[in-house]
């Protein structure tokens, strides 16, 4: 299942606010230091029955479809560091243990529940997301954590992986993982995804990182949302038309500056949602700050991309309107009549091979 399916987030659009609000400079870097909060013991804080049982909801039917029972608990915030009371509820299907002082060897009693489908332990303290084998489990969501790796991540039924905030550098499994729809690395430190090889993947959201190029998501056949807003991201090589279910590309404070850059995405046949907010092509800086995200958007420079890419439905975070749509169509009509060339395309394509060989 992907993660909109158990209502985690809002929409691509107002996950993307929500994403303004912070900022990758307010993470240390992997290489500092731990804090000294990070290497103090915690005071040792067990979950106990009475307290699971006044945080039970969601009554449904039992996996074994033999009776009811309460399907899932939320131990949010109670600075909890041991979890081994919830064995005895084997029933549990979803788990939020967020915003307490859990490490991974405390979380492991989890992989116990044997229908278990979901664990939400955001702001933990988890250096791997390792959890023994289970059968069942689809969604492993661990923001705000200190995991500096998921290369030995396995899960034979996993869908859903979101790991934000970390501290990884790159996207690799030991194991595959063919089920995988949804990967979520917002705000690590990636810096190349040229390797990347999941043919079934929906969704993929890499806000935030050290992206430069996006060669590598051409291999993402079933590839339908493309979240890479506040990289460095300045030529858009990558589409390809194999990517033919790619709808939502979020490119907001990227480094893309010119509209034949924008022009390569015309190969995306699927392509209705396009973000491109806060780049020099739209006058932006390509970085976050309180002033480009209340800046106005140009309307003569909405056209351009309008009529370069006719089938959106919405450009940043406006849909396409009757009128825009008749502007574009006759842009579109004028740079036919004045001869397009192809060839200046071919040219920066060359400038731009060049230039990356520097």
């Not at 067990?46 to 039992?62: D, F, Y």
């Not at 194991?175 to 190349?192: A, E, G, S």
């Not at 850059?261 to 806060?278: C, D, F, H, M, S």
């Amino acid at each position: 299942m992907l993660k909109s399916h158990f209502n985690l987030k809002h929409d691509e659009e107002n996950a993307e606010e929500a994403a303004s609000a912070t900022h990758p400079e307010e993470y240390e870097s992997i290489n500092e230091s731990p804090k000294k909060s990070e290497i103090e013991l915690k005071p040792e804080r067990k979950l106990h029955s009475a307290e699971i049982c006044s945080r039970l909801s969601v009554l449904g039917r039992t996996a074994e479809g033999d009776g009811y029972a309460y399907l899932k608990v939320n131990c949010n915030g109670m600075n909890l560091t041991d979890v081994g009371a919830l064995r005895s509820f084997k029933h549990l299907q979803y788990v939020d243990v967020s915003n307490n002082n859990l490490d991974l060897k405390s979380l492991q009693v989890l992989t116990e529940l044997p229908y278990l489908l979901l664990i939400h332990a955001d702001k933990n303290n988890i250096h791997s997301a390792a959890l023994n084998k289970m059968k069942y489990l689809q969604v492993i969501i661990f923001n705000h954590n200190q995991i500096p790796s998921v290369h030995d991540v396995f899960q034979p039924e996993l869908s859903t992986l979101e790991v934000g905030y970390n501290k990884i550098q790159r996207i690799n499994f030991e194991n595959t993982m063919p089920t995988l729809k949804c990967l979520d690395f917002r705000y690590n430190f990636i810096n190349d995804i040229s390797n990347l090889d999941f043919p079934n993947l929906d969704s993929l959201y890499l806000a935030g990182n050290k992206i430069t190029s996006l060669v590598g998501i051409e291999r993402l056949h079933n590839l339908r949302i493309l979240h890479v807003r506040n990289n460095p991201i300045k030529h858009l090589n990558g589409f390809e038309p194999e990517l033919s279910k790619l709808q939502y590309v979020n490119l907001r404070n990227s480094k893309v500056a010119t509209l034949k850059q924008v022009k390569k995405l015309r190969v995306l046949p699927a392509l209705e949602t396009l973000i491109l907010k806060g780049c020099p092509y739209l006058g932006g800086t390509g970085t976050e700050s309180p002033e480009t995200a209340a800046e106005e958007e140009d309307p003569e420079l909405r056209i351009e991309v309008l009529a370069a890419l006719p089938k959106l439905k919405r450009f940043n975070k406006g849909v396409v309107a009757p009128e825009e749509r008749k502007e574009a169509n006759e842009l579109m009509k004028q740079w036919l009549e004045e001869g397009e060339m192809d060839i200046e395309e071919i040219d920066e394509e060359t400038g731009e091979q060049e230039s990356q060989n520097d």
